[in-house]
């Protein structure tokens, strides 16, 4: 199975600024992932990053509140723009592997104050 | 449409004794259906897949999940429980092209020493 690294762990950060969060895999993969597990919830999924083309966003979700850069196939960054206490999750990177499973990183986890 | 359903938000066991958490889903295809695992500040980790070979399913830690069609089920069971199975576990459903996953709103599993 895959290994997949994400960056930072955790952070704390103040209203009104961004953070990026980095997903690296140790193999390359086609699609790549994005999740938020707000506090006490479970996973929903934020978009699809595929290399070389453009990510696709669920429903609640858009592009200038979560870019998403995919430059290559084992490396994929999620940034939270303008961030109030509501975005305050752990954030989670997956990639799907043979047999439809998915693998996930450890999570970033972060607090908005 | 796919959903899931956990029948149960918290479930609390002692150690040494059964342990069953219940899934529901509902599903147009032939599902894939998944447990993970979530530790405390840890990522999801996949505890077993079924994936329409054999109903009965062994996966890591002693776990186990029977896929019963006539019921839509997937209840995760182990005979004893283990002061380190105390996590979050979420059931998760994926229609045959593994395009989207499907995640249950967890279970939090306590054991009592």
């Known amino acids: 199975s895959a290994v997949i690294s994400q960056k930072p762990s955790r952070d704390i950060c103040q209203r009104g600024t961004s953070l990026t969060i980095q997903c690296q895999v140790d193999?390359?993969?086609?699609?790549m992932f994005w999740y938020r597990q707000q506090p006490g919830q479970s996973l929903t999924l934020i978009a699809t990053?595929?290399?070389?083309?453009?990510?696709?966003?669920e429903s609640g979700f858009v592009i200038d509140k979560f870019p998403i850069s995919r430059p290559n196939l084992t490396f994929s960054t999620l940034t939270v723009s303008n961030m109030s206490p509501e975005d305050s999750s752990i954030y989670l990177c997956?990639?799907?592997?043979?047999?439809?499973?998915?693998?996930f990183g450890a999570g970033s986890r972060l607090t908005v104050l | 449409a796919q959903s899931v359903t956990q029948l149960d938000s918290h479930v609390s066991v002692s150690e040494g004794t059964p342990v069953l958490l219940r899934c529901n889903y509902s599903s147009s295809y032939s599902p894939s259906l998944f447990w993970y695992v979530q530790h405390p500040n840890k990522g999801l980790q996949l505890l077993l897949k079924?994936?329409?070979?054999?109903?009965l399913v062994k996966g890591i830690n002693g776990f186990e999940a029977e896929f019963k069609k006539s019921e839509t089920s997937f209840h995760l069971t182990k005979p004893s429980a283990h002061m380190s199975d105390a996590a979050e576990y979420f059931c998760?459903?994926?229609?045959?092209?593994?395009?989207?996953?499907?995640f249950g709103t967890g279970t939090s599993l306590t054991v009592i020493p």
């Open positions: 079924y994936t329409s070979a054999a109903t």
């Open positions: 990053a595929n290399q070389g083309s453009e990510a696709t966003y």
């Open positions: 997956s990639v799907r592997l043979r047999a439809n499973v998915l693998t």
């Open positions: 998760v459903v994926s229609e045959s092209t593994g395009n989207q996953f499907y």
């Open positions: 193999s390359q993969v086609t699609m």
